[in-house]
């Protein structure tokens, strides 16, 4: 028997920006929404890149804006998630930090996905983030799971083809990897997900590889297009 479609809350986070956090974090929820999935976004992030990415109304899921607090607990995310009327999947775009918002997020998540882009100082800040995740676990007796997703990904240059096999030896699952696209900027000057702006480009490949993966991982069961 299937287990019924995942409900739940997925983080996106990681120490410091510029990683493709909030790419992936839209991408997937307007990915997820496509799907027939009930999606809602919030962005933590005091820069508001998901926000403003929402601004021209042409994304499939609503986003909104909920800047880092340094006071925020999960507590405050439940209660922000269930006053926005989220009953499927919330996302959240979180800050450049592990702290404040993004270790209430970590808290309260069921997955969290943390984007590495192969630098060596992006390895270091994984290693913190699985750090904040492991804590958590202690914490909450097992969740939440967390999923590393290989970014900005040139393919060309040996450590760009190198990264995932260095990301296995934190001992956590590995995404299917997100290249550096320049579909990803353009899809943000119009407003659109890739998905939509490009949908047969080869970023728009990648995105749905990770969000199968995902799905397939949260839902326990192969997802349709696989299945």
């Excluded at 974090?25 to 809602?40: D, K, N």
């Amino acid at each position: 028997m299937r287990a019924a479609p995942f409900r739940g809350v997925i983080a996106c986070a990681n120490l410091k920006g510029g990683v493709g956090k909030s790419t992936i974090a839209v991408s997937l929820a307007a990915a997820l929404a496509e799907r027939g999935r009930e999606v809602l976004l919030f962005d933590a992030d005091q820069q508001r890149t998901s926000a403003l990415w929402a601004e021209r109304g042409r994304l499939p899921m609503a986003v909104r804006a909920h800047p880092w607090r340094a006071e925020s607990v999960a507590a405050d995310w439940r209660a922000e998630i269930a006053a926005a009327g989220a009953t499927g999947i919330a996302v959240i775009d979180c800050p450049p930090s592990l702290e404040g918002a993004t270790q209430a997020a970590v808290m309260l998540a069921d997955l969290v996905l943390v984007p590495v882009t192969p630098s060596g100082a992006d390895l270091f800040a994984t290693q913190r983030a699985l750090e904040l995740v492991r804590a958590a676990r202690a914490v909450r007796q097992g969740a939440p799971r967390v999923v590393l997703v290989p970014s900005r990904v040139d393919t060309r240059t040996a450590v760009g083809r190198e990264l995932a096999a260095a990301l296995g030896d934190f001992g956590e699952p590995v995404a299917p990897a997100i290249g550096l696209r320049t579909k990803f900027v353009d899809c943000f000057t119009t407003g659109d997900w890739v998905g939509g702006f490009a949908p047969g480009s080869t970023a728009a490949a990648e995105i749905q590889r990770l969000t199968t993966s995902i799905l397939e991982m949260l839902d326990g069961h192969p997802t349709e297009e696989n299945a």
